[in-house]
């Protein structure tokens, strides 16, 4: 589990730390992780180096986030993010310490840290430091907050919805304690940056049991200070390994109102196309797809559509196989493929661009997708011909 590139990238840093006479470790979720048997990208160390003293052992550093201690160390195998032991400082907006103080000691390092199974260190050699018991409780699948959890939840309120998107990732439980003080302290959550409490969203839909997670959510009380309504008997069997198809069906379970909740957690445009899209892939499959609807939404779109349908048990015909299938019919998949243009219309018909430019368009993109006309510049140009008639007849469609 220790054999890719960042893990070796990260002993390679510690061992030059060690040789300058320094304490490191692997700490956070890299360990957390590792003992969970868990695929591993991030490995950071912390250090008792203070950063002017890393960036005077290594050649190649950049400062990423100096103020907090942290030094990106460029080594052959792969880039580390290294920290300086510390300590935070009062905390004033529930949300990050107003300064920190750098210290020699991982004690106190690791005793500011939200969850006991992310205090657990990890030493070159392999051996562990463990002081708040993190490796029994990643054993018991518990989530419990270091030390007092009143204390790191007044702290930082997010970590409330980190515990809650732990349990959703993990599986795991909330210890009672831990949960206790999410309850009498939900309403802090209101103080984090609706771009901070998405990031978090945007882990927990991906998450092995989301489910798990929603739970959670309404049994700590924060469901009741986030936009929206958390149904988490609706997200039982729910699945994905991406996050936007999460946001689509949490638009879903919002009705009508999903566009202004969606607004709340600053969705980027593309996210926020994306479930659009799904939706109205939703309502089609209601009544049947049709050609143009396989053309229309991306196998992804269509797939989250047959998932939500599944969950809302909704009866219908359709499988991934079969919609699999219909695509890969479709005599074009793009617009681009078509062989015929604006300009070939224009030129055919003797008229200026307008309105019906844009309808004779439409029309002839659906004639071919639903296989009345061969995606051929001579059919299409026999057909548009029959169009244009129809189309002459409507009262001054073509005045000039």
């Not at 490191?24 to 250090?47: C, K, W």
């Not at 882990?203 to 959670?216: A, I, P, Q, S, Y």
């Not at 599944?310 to 062989?339: F, Y």
Request: proline content about 2%.
């Amino acid at each position: 589990m220790q054999n890719n590139n960042e893990w070796q990238a990260a002993f390679t840093v510690i061992k030059q730390l060690e040789n300058a006479g320094f304490e490191a470790v692997v700490v956070g979720g890299a360990v957390r992780d590792a003992l969970l048997g868990r695929e591993v990208h991030d490995v950071d160390v912390a250090t008792s180096a203070m950063p002017s003293e890393v960036k005077g052992i290594f050649t190649r550093t950049v400062d990423i986030g100096i103020q907090h201690g942290t030094v990106l160390v460029l080594v052959p195998e792969a880039p580390v993010e290294v920290t300086t032991y510390r300590t935070d400082g009062e905390y004033t907006d529930h949300r990050r310490p107003e300064a920190v103080q750098f210290v020699r000691s991982l004690a106190e390092d690791l005793k500011r840290r939200d969850f006991t199974m992310n205090a657990i260190a990890m030493r070159r050699d392999g051996s562990f430091v463990d002081y708040y018991g993190g490796r029994e409780d990643i054993e018991a699948c518990v989530i419990r907050a270091v030390g007092e959890a009143q204390a790191r939840f007044a702290e930082d309120a997010l970590r409330m919805l980190r515990a809650v998107r732990f349990s959703a990732q993990l599986s795991f439980t909330i210890e009672p304690a831990t949960m206790q003080a999410m309850r009498e302290q939900a309403a802090d959550i209101e103080w984090i940056a609706k771009e901070r409490v998405k990031a978090e969203f945007d882990k927990l839909w991906v998450g092995k049991d989301v489910h798990n997670g929603m739970v959670k959510l309404q049994e700590s009380g924060l469901a009741a200070h986030l936009p929206g309504e958390f149904k988490a008997e609706q997200w039982q069997g729910f699945c994905t390994q991406d996050a936007q198809v999460g946001w689509a069906y949490f638009a879903l379970l919002q009705g009508g109102n999903w566009p202004e909740v969606l607004r709340s957690y600053r969705l980027s445009n593309k996210e926020t196309s994306f479930v659009k899209a799904v939706l109205a892939a939703f309502e089609a499959l209601k009544v049947g797809w049709t050609k143009m609807d396989y053309f229309t939404y991306s196998e992804v779109e269509l797939g989250a559509a047959l998932h939500f349908a599944k969950l809302q048990k909704l009866h219908v015909e359709v499988t991934l196989d079969v919609m699999r299938e219909a695509q890969a019919s479709l005599p074009i998949r793009t617009r681009n493929e078509l062989v015929v243009n604006g300009l070939d219309l224009q030129k055919w018909s003797g008229q200026k661009r307008g309105p019906w430019l844009k309808e004779a368009l439409q029309a002839m993109l659906e004639a071919v997708v639903a296989g009345e006309v061969e995606n051929d510049w001579q059919d299409i140009k026999a057909w548009f011909e029959r169009l244009y008639e129809e189309m002459k007849s409507l009262d001054n469609t073509f005045e000039q």
